[in-house]
């Protein structure tokens, strides 16, 4: 029972984790850039929303203010950096976000300091609060709220995506920007949009994060990898983050439970685990390409 229990926990987590992650697999799906200053900014999300409750206002009052703050941010964000980044190739914006990156913390850290903080105080109860449902399994109310807004937030943007004309306008951009912009759709504001919503989601897994535990202005880089790894084991799409979240977060819980307390878990258990069921997924990716660029899977598999 005690391993059902670490399953849930896993998928609670991965809730967290799809949020997180939601907002770098847009904007690599729409651009084709991986945000290195993707953690960072979630981070800068959570500092915030903390500027906010130590004003006096709630934690959750305050999403209506650092969200739209940090969507706006996303379009300055593109217009001022990404934009002139991609005229230059690709591994410019690769360099441009990894320094905004270190910018960020460092100007957190000039700010508030390293002392680690949280919204602890400001949810009260709910930060601790649970449904017993055996006398083994217990299940966490904040995780249950995470896990179901990180799925309205994926079905949100499923919508957006599918449903609007700027979401139409989005995903046919992705496809070739060029004949996209032939039929009249204006480019500029669509990568504006998508750095937008990626920003305002990145906001969204801090604000959580930091219900969930402390976060300090160096929190944002394992957060990126937490976040890239999610991307990557989903497959690179939208709902693809709730699935590789979830297999990142039960390959965490469950690797905490399988070691023993001892040097063997800093290797394996808990972080170290979902970074090697990443690595093995990432392996088997590569393979797979290899392979289909051989002359197809079956074709070589029939050779052997």
Same mark, same amino acid.
């Given at each position: 029972m005690n391993w059902l229990d670490q399953v849930i926990q896993g998928?609670?987590?991965?809730? /967290?984790?799809?949020?997180?992650?939601?907002?770098? $697999?847009?904007?690599?799906?729409?651009?084709?850039?991986?945000?290195? &200053?993707?953690?960072?900014?979630?981070?800068?999300?959570?500092?915030?929303?903390?500027?906010? @409750?130590?004003?006096?206002?709630?934690?959750?009052? #305050?999403?209506?203010?650092? *969200?739209?703050?940090?969507?706006? !941010?996303?379009?300055?964000? /593109?217009l001022g950096v *990404? =934009?002139?980044?991609?005229?230059?190739?690709?591994?410019?914006?690769?360099?441009?976000?990894? !320094?905004? &990156?270190?910018?960020? =913390?460092? *100007?957190?850290? =000039?700010k508030f300091g390293a002392d680690q903080r949280s919204f602890f105080s400001s949810i009260g109860t709910l930060a601790y609060? #649970?449904?017993?449902?055996?006398?083994?399994? @217990?299940?966490?109310?904040?995780?249950?709220?995470?896990?179901?807004t990180a799925i309205g937030v994926l079905g949100g943007l499923q919508i957006f995506l599918s449903r609007t004309s700027l979401g139409r306008?989005?995903?046919?951009? &992705?496809e070739d920007p060029d004949t996209a912009e032939l039929v009249?759709?204006? #480019?500029?504001?669509? /990568?504006?949009?998508?750095? %937008?919503?990626?920003?305002? @989601?990145? %906001?969204?897994? !801090?604000v959580f994060l930091g219900m969930r535990q402390t976060f300090d202005p160096y929190a944002g880089q394992a957060q990126l990898i937490?976040?890239? =790894? $999610?991307?990557?084991?989903?497959?690179?799409?939208l709902w693809g983050t709730l699935v590789g979240g979830i297999v990142l977060g039960i390959a965490q819980t469950v690797g905490n439970q399988m070691v023993a307390e001892g040097w063997l878990k800093d290797v394996w258990g808990g972080a170290g685990a979902g970074h090697v069921v990443f690595l093995v997924v990432l392996a088997g990716r590569l393979i797979y390409g290899a392979l289909e660029e051989r002359g197809g899977v079956r074709t070589v598999l029939g050779r052997a």
């Open positions: 998928i609670l987590l991965g809730g /967290y984790y799809a949020i997180l992650a939601s907002g770098l $697999a847009l904007l690599f799906g729409v651009m084709r850039v991986i945000n290195l &200053a993707h953690g960072d900014l979630a981070i800068l999300g959570a500092f915030l929303a903390l500027v906010l @409750t130590d004003h006096g206002v709630d934690v959750w009052v #305050s999403l209506a203010v650092v *969200l739209p703050v940090m969507a706006a !941010g996303g379009g300055l964000l /593109y *990404l =934009e002139r980044s991609l005229r230059s190739g690709v591994l410019v914006p690769l360099l441009s976000t990894f !320094g905004l &990156a270190i910018v960020i =913390e460092n *100007l957190l850290f =000039e609060s #649970s449904w017993q449902v055996t006398s083994q399994i @217990t299940i966490g109310k904040l995780d249950v709220i995470i896990l179901c306008a989005m995903r046919a951009t &992705a009249g759709v204006n #480019s500029r504001a669509v /990568y504006a949009m998508a750095t %937008a919503l990626a920003l305002a @989601t990145a %906001a969204l897994a !801090g937490f976040a890239f =790894e $999610a991307v990557v084991i989903g497959g690179m799409t």
